[in-house]
């Protein structure tokens, strides 16, 4: 184990948006007969008569697209760390069959994972009405979230219903950032190693407040956490007091976060699918607004996937933070999911 990088990081997922010649290029585009294979896994899926996630990857068979799933597994994997899938023909199908897809691609990239204390695999992300905080945890509100990772290898993002206004999803390399970092404040990156508090946040779960590295090296490879809406949770309820350095380092890492230079944005329209490595990249998304009733409310579906195969070196820390959301409670009959 390495305990720093001390030299730029020379990779794909080391990307800064200025580096793309074009602002589409990350998108895979689906073809008539690609479509035409989805539609016929589907047809199988929903003549088994199970529930979604029930569903296996036996259940959801695809041929070509499936070995073309796998190099986009190995592109958010072990590549560029992220991609947006589109020219899925949204409106020829219901919002459980176009879930029903989600998930059956995702069964071709990985394990879904546990988001919440119910155990729930696929996470509606939509305005609950209520506002981050203790035990609210951002996806539910229609607030902007600052750049972050989730607890999974690889989380996904279907756009089932877009907001009036809003909602743009925003990623930025956190490798691209380590460089920043090195080049400009070095010194930053001790405390950034170093961690900071988080606090579990979850429903039903315990008030256990621990530290996670941002950055953590383990056979040489870098990887990134930062759940920030919890560091900062602990922070304000005065359970993580940090010197003149630890917060100037997590402002800075903010900030460049946040540059238009560094991030891209995606406005993902009805039907896109967007995956994303949690280790390389990270995400966050601008505040948005609903339309009014009767139209339908700005709707995403969340996947975490653990991948295929070998997964990337982690430590103790990391182990423990990608490894979804232990389940700790049920629903009552007739609940719907949160």
């Known amino acids: 184990m390495s305990s720093r990088i001390s030299t730029p990081i020379v990779h794909p997922s ?3 948006s200025v580096d793309f010649k074009s602002q589409d290029s990350w998108i895979e585009r689906l073809c008539a007969e690609e479509v035409a294979e ?3 896994a589907l047809a199988r899926a929903s003549s088994s008569g199970s529930g979604v996630t029930e569903l296996k990857k036996a259940d959801f068979p695809l041929d070509a697209l499936g070995r073309r799933i796998e190099d986009w597994a190995d592109l958010v994997n072990n590549g560029r760390g992220f991609l947006l899938v589109r020219g ?6 219901t919002d459980l069959q176009l879930r029903t897809i989600f998930w059956g691609i995702g069964l071709h990239m990985g394990v879904a994972m546990s988001q919440n204390s119910y155990g ?32 999974a290898d690889t989380v996904g993002l279907l756009c089932v219903h877009k907001a009036k206004s809003g909602g743009i999803s925003r990623l930025v390399s956190s490798m691209a950032m380590h460089n920043e ?7 930053y990156l ?3 190693y170093k961690g900071y508090f988080f606090m579990n946040v979850e429903e039903g779960g315990d008030s256990a407040v621990w530290r996670v590295p941002i950055y953590s090296v383990v056979d040489g490879v870098l990887s990134c956490r930062a759940s920030r809406n919890t560091i900062d949770i602990a ?5 993580a007091k940090y010197d003149d350095l630890e917060a100037a380092a997590l402002e800075y890492f903010d900030a460049t976060a946040a540059r238009p230079d560094m991030r891209i944005d995606m406005d993902l329209e009805r039907g896109d699918m967007q995956f994303i490595n949690n280790y390389t990249t990270l995400h966050s998304r601008t505040e948005y607004q609903d339309h009014p009733a009767p139209a339908p409310r700005r709707l995403m579906v969340r996947l975490w996937l653990m991948v295929h195969g070998k997964r990337r070196p982690r430590g103790p820390d990391f182990q423990r933070e990608y490894s979804g959301v232990p389940v700790t409670l049920s629903r009552q009959p007739g609940a719907t999911t949160a």
């Open 120 to 151: 729930d695999l696929l996470g509606d992300v939509f305005d609950e009405g209520v506002k981050m905080g203790k035990r609210v945890r951002g996806y539910r509100t229609n607030s902007q979230l600052v750049f972050h990772t989730d607890r």
């Open 235 to 239: 922070r304000n309820l005065g359970l």
């Open 14 to 16: 080391a990307w800064r």
């Open 38 to 40: 989805l539609d016929a």
């Open 181 to 187: 970092i090195l080049r400009n404040h070095p010194e």
């Open 190 to 192: 001790e405390p950034l």
């Open 88 to 93: 899925l023909p949204a409106d020829r199908y």
